[in-house]
């Protein structure tokens, strides 16, 4: 019999053995479990990855990690045990595993994982999505019509190396100033709920940040509880990647109880209370992450969905995806729900797939996972938002542009009559491109550069 493309196999979740490296060889699993533990363990630089390792990676890998952060980082690095420890999670590393490791491709990005042709798009921006100048209060992006973004606070307790917000979140990094926030919390918040209590068309707040694991517990249920005040929000949902990264902070007791608060007053009042997270590959879930999950359901919770990136070298593969939603799907209680396009931000490119290949992806992907759960493979397109990669309108494939319109304004295009008119364009990565459309591509950077 000839076999199928993708061979479904149950896998259950395992919680990989922490003291096979050398740094956590005497830690419990009481201190493992413990969220304060995890914060104060998290690797904040080389030293402490050592310190974790030891030998078990040499000095090569140390010395391109040293490059990357001087010189091409855009996010500083912060890694809590648990993410650490999904790193060649079936055995002790070694120099070469680390390296192909798909978690830590993303999470420690190295020198050498990046382009050297051409590590950024020319189109690549700090603020690619254009977030910060949708801003209608500090941190609030307005881009569609019913739907805004809070961004309650710009950390994490985890930063990826791709994340798209990059101009705002996480620490400065040789490379990267970041921007600053300005407002004291309380003020911030305060000027976002005025402004939801004042658009009665907004229906649907993406509470984010950074990640919302990061704001003090009450001052985030006090935010939650006024923003249940307002009828007219009728869609919460609640961005942290920690739920994975950290899903200790989701299973400690005030959390759990606040959470179960919350979601009683969301189901009294009919509003849709769910979390997003932020899984990129299988071996991220454990049995602890599941049990974040299923805990924050059985709260009340009215679904836990994943927003994954999809990312050359970590999971742009059907069967990369497939093995991932299937580990959401049927053994966290997690739905497979979108996998963005990786953003055009500086350094990205060895990351970023070109549009044909994510259309490929979700074609190959289509037809094993209940329909509902089947994630949608999307493109975020400047000034447009949210797109399915197959409506795009043109594509010139030779020089990877490819064409989008819309069907909305965004704020700040109020005035705009041409604004749906227009077509979008979004840039596929360079080094994807045939021999001639990567000649021209060239050409343009040379002709740039003479014209200053
Ligand atoms: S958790 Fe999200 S916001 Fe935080 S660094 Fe990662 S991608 Fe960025």
Not at 125 to 131: A, I, K, M, P
Not at 171 to 195: G, I, Q
Not at 296 to 323: E, I
Request: charged fraction near 25%; proline fraction near 7%.
């Amino acid at each position: 019999m000839t076999p199928q493309p993708y061979a479904y196999q149950r896998r259950e979740l395992v919680e990989p053995d922490w003291t096979r490296l050398p740094g956590w060889r005497d830690v419990t699993r009481e201190q493992w479990e413990n969220a304060q533990w995890q914060r104060v363990h998290c690797v904040k630089n080389i030293k402490q990855l050592r310190d974790v390792l030891g030998d078990l990676v040499d000095e090569r890998f140390y010395t391109d990690l040293e490059t990357d952060q001087a010189h091409l980082a855009t996010m500083s690095m912060l890694i809590p045990p648990q993410m650490i420890n999904t790193m060649v999670p079936d055995r002790q590393p070694d120099t070469d595993t680390f390296y192909t490791d798909p978690v830590r491709r993303y999470m420690l990005p190295v020198a050498s994982d990046r382009r050297t042709d051409w590590p950024s798009h020319p189109y690549s921006t700090r603020d690619s999505l254009h977030e910060h100048d949708m801003w209608v209060a500090e941190g609030l992006t307005h881009r569609y019509p019913t739907k805004v973004l809070a961004e309650l606070l710009p950390t994490c307790p985890q930063y990826c190396g791709h994340c798209t917000r990059m101009d705002l979140v996480g620490n400065s990094t040789p490379t990267v100033d970041k921007l600053k926030l300005t407002l004291k919390p309380a003020d911030r918040y305060d000027a976002m709920l005025t402004y939801l209590r004042t658009h009665p068309g907004v229906r649907d707040v993406v509470v984010s940040g950074g990640d919302v694991a990061n704001v003090p517990w009450r001052q985030l249920e006090n935010f939650l509880t006024r923003m249940l005040d307002i009828d007219t929000v009728r869609d919460i949902r609640l961005a942290t990647k920690a739920l994975m990264g950290l899903p200790q902070h989701w299973l400690q007791p005030d959390v759990v109880d606040g959470l179960g608060r919350i979601a009683a007053i969301a189901n009294t009042r009919g509003v849709n209370l769910a979390i997003h997270t932020h899984v990129n590959h299988a071996q991220s879930l454990t049995p602890l992450v599941a049990k974040a999950a299923r805990t924050a359901l059985d709260v009340g919770v009215r679904d836990v969905r994943n927003q994954g990136v999809l990312m050359r070298g970590v999971n742009a593969t059907s069967t990369d995806l497939l093995d991932l939603c299937f580990a959401l799907q049927g053994e966290a209680g997690i739905l497979p729900y979108y996998f963005y396009m990786c953003d055009m931000i500086p350094n990205a490119e060895h990351w970023r797939v070109a549009v044909w290949q994510a259309q490929q992806l979700q074609h190959d992907i289509m037809g094993y996972l209940p329909g509902y759960a089947t994630p949608r493979i999307v493109c975020d397109v400047p000034f447009v938002g949210k797109r399915w990669v197959h409506m795009v309108t043109e594509y010139d494939r030779e020089r990877g542009i490819s064409y989008w319109t819309k069907n909305y304004r965004t704020s700040i295009e109020t005035d705009d009559a041409d604004a749906l008119a227009r077509t979008y364009p979004y840039y596929d990565p360079i080094d994807t491109l045939p021999e001639s459309g990567r000649k021209w591509w060239a050409k343009e950077q040379a002709n740039e550069a003479a014209t200053g």
